[in-house]
């Protein structure tokens, strides 16, 4: 759907990984946990479907507000049939750490993109903490696992920059008498320290030669609170690259969140060239959050510092759009993650821009893009691009065929519905309206 600019002003969904969190942490909570902007997308909403299992009464209410009573930490309850992740490794891997300190067996089922996501990484820790696991071969799901009580507290130094694996082991330690501790080589997101300290847990974060040392005090009382969650950045990356991307375009994207461990990929676009003002930085419960203008830009290549890596980890596969119409090489390295999110983001990426007429070489840990300097890729034309069940794949590949002459065509465009319900629509609504 090659053509008209994006103007005018549009909001994007809540925050996908602070709406995981408000219904846990909501959960956990003693008293009523109201969250206001939460995203609605199928992967949240199975967070939902699984704290309730397991106890918590979470509601809509008309307006829009979702209200959360709490059952108060080490009080969940044993779910009575198997948890549906669905395609959210976010839910699956926090949710492990919570059963991880619980007097329960509980058992995850995820569909054909989750089944093959690597757990050995939570199984890992949350082991050393008591936790007893019953995985599918290769760690995977199905998998059953009986929580310890009480769980051991532990030392934990990250093996991957993975802030799931991070927050697993701090869910885990919320209920594990005594001080848990994780040690984070690389930062990743940081809305677990930040929202859990709101919610009064006794969670304190130190920086010490690049590293952040964070401890969790166990057992103790978390309280209700009232969440405004922000502006999702990793939804409002397609909107940036796009407007970016398309003639004519002049986009004010309203409210995103700006977490400097979240936002790196506004950095990487500008200094690729592209034009993207911060109008009116503001804070929204604890997170910086600004309007964004973003305006069509010639973009130039250059190489990713790896050091932005994790804080742009989920945006990647929009970034590689915007390096194939970019002027010269981009280059990526450091990207081994990118192997195992909802679908293997590298592969997936070379082959979907490769179909699409851009020039990818994939390499072991990275993508090198050569961009066409501007002019429009050729876009697919008789085979649909292969989407892997990956929502960012498939938004990514409809940017791209924004900015081709006949068009992009994805295969499917269901898994879309996990993180971004309304980006089909929003787009539409950019594409129609009068220029700001
Ligand atoms: C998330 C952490 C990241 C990210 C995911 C959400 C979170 O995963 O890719 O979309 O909410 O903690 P990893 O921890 O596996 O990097």
Known sequence: MPGSALTGRIRVPGDKSISHRSLMFGALAVGRTTARGLLEGEDVMATAAALRAMGATIEREGDGTWNIDGVGVGALLQPETALD????????????????????????????????????????????MGAQFTPSPGGRLPLTMRGASPAVPIEYRLPVASAQVKSAVLLAGLNTPGITRVIEPVPTRDHTERMLQGFGAQLTVEETGGERIIEIAGQAELRAQDITVPGDPSSAA??????????????????????????????????????????????????????????QSRLHGIKVDPALGPAMIDEFPVLFVAASLAEGRTITTGLDELRVKESDRLAAMAAALGAAGAKVEEREDGLVVTGTGGDPLAGTADEPVVTHLDHRIAMSMAVAGLASRNGVEVDDTAPIATSFPNFTALLQHAREAAPA
């Open 85 to 128: 992740m669905g395609n959210s490794g976010t839910s699956t891997r926090l949710l492990m750490g919570l059963v991880a300190s619980h007097p329960l067996t509980a058992t995850f089922t995820g569909d054909a993109s989750l089944s093959k996501r690597p757990m050995g990484r939570v199984i890992d820790p949350l082991s050393q």
């Open 238 to 295: 397609f909107f940036a690259v796009a407007a970016l991307l398309v003639p004519g375009s002049d986009l004010v994207i309203e409210n995103v969140g700006l977490n400097p461990t979240r936002a790196a990929l506004f950095t990487v676009l500008r200094q690729m060239g592209g034009q993207i003002d911060e109008i009116d930085l503001r804070d929204v419960g604890g997170e910086p959050v600004a309007d964004l203008r973003v305006r």
